[in-house]
């Protein structure tokens, strides 16, 4: 996941805000009572730390990667890797397999088998046609003893769920345990819990990633969101090329290769950023279609297409600079 959303210019001037890199995207949180900063702060640092120890597919070390061991045999995993697991495999189930967790060796066979600062951005030609066959329906989680079977040959990559899952889940909890407001960016994964701030939590959504305290660079929107999350897909961003051939990140399940899709950009709001996440995934690897399945399902969506023209739906403020 990529995104562009950032956190409004006006409101780093009423609020109290803090930005780190940490597992391999940057870091944003917001607070409404600035003398909580730094506990929230302290707070997200561990969940993050505890986040990349479970559910990296970069580290030998990960609990994710650790499975492969005991690949077929149900096996005894944490709450942490079990919630992650969960979100991915309802993502897969809300977009019929569109957002796929069982993409890990896809990713690898296309040149994304590192933390992303380490991805040549130009390597050899791409020689192998991957033809992944969905494996996520095998994936069997016993949610009352945290019990996890992934089948022999399967590499879960919990890329496209599990930023804007722990942006939810560390949001609420720093919300409740601090009694504050606040906002979580995960690389534009962005939840909202607690306290809201006069006319909500500003945030502006543009196509190119930027300082939010500096003018916009390209067509971009400001909003307000009061509760749930937003986020941001693009296949304008982590890109590297294979010989002739450019990559991203978003890949289509059906073939295992990035997605060739009508957007560059979607950004939509939902109930959480989890759900905005799995929206703007899949919305990139559906194309066209994913117009009338937004509208369908409420969700207010902007689409930016590859000519940069723009398309709101649902309610998305029409007008943009």
């Known amino acids: ?95 019929d397999g569109d957002v796929d967790p069982t993409v890990g060796r896809a990713m690898e066979a296309i040149g994304y088998d590192r933390d992303f600062a380490s991805v040549p951005a130009h390597d050899g030609p791409l020689r192998i046609t991957v033809s992944h066959v969905p494996h996520w329906r095998q994936i069997e989680l016993d949610d009352a003893r945290n019990l996890l079977t992934v089948p022999p040959g399967v590499r879960i990559d919990l890329g496209a769920s599990a930023k804007a899952w722990a942006a939810d889940r560390s949001a609420d909890r720093i919300a409740r345990v601090l009694a504050c407001g ?83 950009t979607v950004s939509v709001a939902a109930g959480s950023a989890l759900d905005a996440n799995i929206a703007t995934t899949a919305a990139i690897i559906r194309g066209k279609s994913a117009t009338s399945w937004l509208a369908e399902l409420g969700l207010p969506a902007r689409l930016v297409a590859l000519d940069g023209s723009v398309t709101a739906i649902a309610g998305w403020p029409e007008v943009s600079s």
């Open 182 to 264: 606040v906002l979580i960016s995960l690389g534009g994964d962005i939840a909202v819990a607690g306290q809201v701030p006069p006319g909500g939590w500003s945030v502006r959504v543009q196509d190119i990633t930027g300082d939010p305290a500096e003018p916009a660079e390209g067509p971009c929107s400001l909003i307000a969101i009061r509760t749930g999350g937003l986020a941001t897909s693009s296949t304008s961003a982590r890109r590297w090329q294979r010989g002739g051939d450019m990559m991203h990140h978003i890949l289509d399940p059906r073939t295992g290769r990035p997605s060739d899709s009508d957007w560059r």
């Open 1 to 95: 996941m990529s995104s562009t959303s950032t956190l409004g210019p006006a409101m780093s001037e009423h609020l109290a805000w803090a930005e780190w890199k940490a597992i391999g995207t940057t870091v944003r949180i917001v607070v409404t009572d600035q003398r909580q900063l730094e506990s929230a702060r302290m707070m997200l640092t561990d969940d993050l730390a505890a986040l990349d120890q479970a559910c990296s597919r970069f580290r030998p070390d990960s609990e994710l990667m650790q499975l492969e061991a005991s690949a077929g045999q149900p096996t005894a995993v944490s709450a942490l890797l079990a919630g992650a697991v969960r979100a991915a495999l309802r993502a897969a189930v809300l977009t």
